[in-house]
């Protein structure tokens, strides 16, 4: 069966710092992979989208950039972090055949 | 930016009581999807409809499109404390849009046992 995991899954970081979070998923070959950020009480947001290795798609303007260096890797990171980019990023594959997501339990970053 | 946008952003209920919940969109869909998210958590698929259906059941969940309006409903019958979650629709808009989903604000279900 497939899996999903990100981590760190709870990250607190100086304003400034650069950034990695890592998600890798099992059990599938060639997945669609998104990075959403999600504020606080808020809906989702998409960032990233990743339909093969290397190839990125960027969404929204921003400090972050997202790489994919394995077919099962999505990486997404920042030079350097900035109080606005506090939240609860969600790495997701989709399902070819359903056209679900299926999404990581998230990685709470907050920047101080 | 956002495609679906959910009605009510929060509801209260009592177990047993059903709850509804709805999805506006603005653009063509090929499908639907809802999701869950319990407080801290990832969210959980829980039930995809296509633009050709107009309703669809699973389990204790109801879901309703109606494209000519671009609105969706979720129905959860017979709620219990477990259902308390935020409920987020998503659209999935043609392939040229690059197989993204686009997700709405949610509703936060509270139901008191």
């Known amino acids: 069966s497939q899996t999903i995991h990100q981590w760190p899954a709870t990250l607190v970081q100086p304003v400034g710092s650069p950034l990695s979070l890592e998600c890798t998923v099992e059990g599938t070959s060639n997945p669609n992979l998104y990075w959403y950020r999600q504020a606080a009480g808020r809906g989702l947001q998409l960032l990233f989208y990743?339909?093969?290795?290397?190839?990125i798609s960027s969404e929204v303007p921003q400090n972050l950039s997202a790489s994919r260096p394995q077919d099962r890797q999505f990486i997404l990171s920042s030079k350097k972090l900035l109080l606005s980019d506090s939240g609860f990023y969600l790495c997701?594959?989709?399902?070819?055949?359903?056209?679900?997501?299926?999404f990581g339990e998230g990685s709470r970053l907050t920047v101080l | 930016s956002q495609q679906g946008e959910e009605d009510p952003q929060a509801l209260s209920i009592q177990e047993g009581e059903n709850a509804t919940m709805n999805c506006s969109y603005k653009?063509?869909?090929?499908?639907l999807q809802w999701y869950r998210q319990n407080s801290g958590r990832g969210l959980v698929h829980l039930i995809l409809?296509?633009?050709?259906?107009r309703e669809k059941h699973s389990g204790r969940l109801r879901v309703t499109l109606d494209t000519s309006k671009k609105s969706s409903s979720l129905l959860i019958t017979a709620s219990r404390a477990a259902d308390t979650a935020s409920y987020f629709c998503a659209t999935d808009a043609d392939k040229a849009a690059g197989n993204k989903l686009t997700f709405g604000g949610g509703t936060r279900v509270l139901v008191k046992p």
């Open positions: 409809i296509r633009s050709n259906e």
């Open positions: 997701a594959w989709r399902g070819y055949y359903t056209g679900e997501l299926f």
């Open positions: 990743s339909v093969g290795i290397g190839q």
């Open positions: 653009t063509s869909i090929n499908n």
